[in-house]
């Protein structure tokens, strides 16, 4: 755009009829960018422009396989990524009828998630740009969740972020494309995994509305029929004034309440319960009051230390467990008490898939961070965090702030 604008300055005349401003534009390409993305059971991959249009795209989902196992296992989710990344990559560039070499670059997810998963990833794409020599964008799985809101939508730095999924739950402060400040994170397992196991131990598969869906995807459509009152789970951390999380030991009392009813209703583990659906919701709200508590506090502690805008300050919800509708409603109610904006991406974008890959890249390619030669060498990282941790900061200012007492009513969330 810089380019036109010179050239207006020179002529003196309008963008529609300058003549050279139509022939600078006809030979200036937009810059173009192929995500990929293996971080743990979904094969992905895109390609966007600058501007965030979404060129072509490919996803191959291991869901089915993994459903059949009882969970992911990793020697399994490698063999499929091995099996399919040539073909997801490949259609993704025919669907977006660019060739290899119209590429301004390659971004790949290389960090954190399965090693085995994201060997393959890396390995096809440092091959991938040697070949074509083009630079490559390593990228940081939970960026590209936080990031995506920014290509659907204009939201300016810094903003809060929720990423609730499988894998993680974690709560960061996000200052620049690269820059986060993490508040709090899942000190054992992450609530994704807790509803899948949960729905494992119910033996959900049998029910005959569940048998093609997730665990999550089950215990959410379950719940809508339970009663959540029929079951009294406590909310984890109720004595910890930060922003961590954990879900472990709330699986725990789920399974001595499922342990409980199998002998009272004289059933082998594996068949199904009788208030399969009372325990689903119950232990959907306890999951989401949980994280709705947690939020909350970082949102106390954001305002406090003032690293919120005070116009229009903004909380980001993404991950796969932020496509359940259950939990983004309690989320809204501690927005909208606390005057923040909600915005989730839709849930196709939730999840892992390669465009949130490509546009992260998008983002670093136009502010020329993270970006590599097809030369340099580059290894995963299975464990990494997102930005500078300050959870300790956050459970020093314990006595700053306390949080309310939670009840029903529209503005508060229920216990």
Not at 154 to 175: I, Q
Request: aromatic share 4%; with cysteine.
């Amino acid at each position: 755009m810089a380019r036109f604008d010179v050239l207006c300055r020179w002529t003196g005349c309008s963008l529609r009829r300058c003549r050279a401003h139509r022939a600078a534009a006809a030979h200036i390409k937009p810059r173009l960018v192929l995500g990929i993305e293996t971080s743990c059971d979904e094969t992905g991959a895109a390609v966007l422009d600058e501007t965030g249009s979404i060129l072509g795209e490919s996803l191959h989902s291991q869901k089915e396989v993994h459903l059949k196992t009882g969970g992911i296992i990793p020697v399994v989710a490698q063999r499929l990524h091995k099996e399919n990344i040539n073909r997801v990559v490949q259609e993704a560039l025919d669907r977006s009828r660019v060739a290899p070499s119209e590429l301004s670059a390659l971004a790949t997810t290389v960090k954190p998630g399965l090693a085995l998963s994201l060997g393959i990833g890396l390995q096809f794409s440092l091959s991938f740009v040697r070949l074509h020599k083009k630079p490559f964008i390593p990228i940081h799985h939970m960026e590209a969740h936080a990031l995506t809101v920014r290509m659907l939508q204009p939201v300016e730095f810094p903003f809060l972020v929720l990423l609730v999924s499988g894998g993680h739950a974690l709560l960061s402060l996000a200052k620049g494309i690269d820059d986060f400040l993490l508040l709090g994170q899942t000190l054992d397992e992450a609530p994704g995994d807790t509803l899948d196991k949960v729905a494992r131990r119910l033996s959900l598969i049998k029910h005959p509305k569940c048998s093609s869906l997730s665990g999550g995807q089950a215990i959410e459509l379950l719940a809508k029929e339970g009663d959540r009152l029929k079951f009294q789970f406590r909310s984890p951390m109720g004595q910890h004034y930060d922003c961590n999380f954990s879900f472990a030991g709330l699986r725990n009392q789920v399974t001595m309440a499922i342990n409980k009813k199998e002998k009272e209703e004289g059933i082998q583990p594996g068949q199904l319960l009788s208030c399969v659906e009372d325990i689903a919701a119950a232990t959907q709200h306890t999951v989401a009051s949980h994280i709705a508590k947690r939020t909350h506090r970082a949102i106390l502690f954001c305002k406090a230390k003032g690293l919120l805008p005070q116009n229009n300050p903004t909380l980001v919800v993404s991950g796969g467990v932020a496509s359940n509708e259950y939990i983004r409603e309690i989320l809204r109610i501690v927005t909208d008490a606390n005057g923040l904006q909600l915005l989730c991406p839709p849930s196709k974008f939730c999840t892992d898939n390669g465009v949130m890959i490509a546009w992260n890249g998008v983002e670093r390619l136009k502010e020329g961070k993270g970006i590599l030669s097809h030369t340099q060498e580059v290894s995963y990282e299975p464990k990494a965090p997102l930005g500078r941790d300050i959870s300790t900061e956050v459970h020093r200012q314990k006595n700053t702030f306390k949080l309310t007492t939670w009840s029903d009513g529209v503005s508060e969330i229920p216990e």
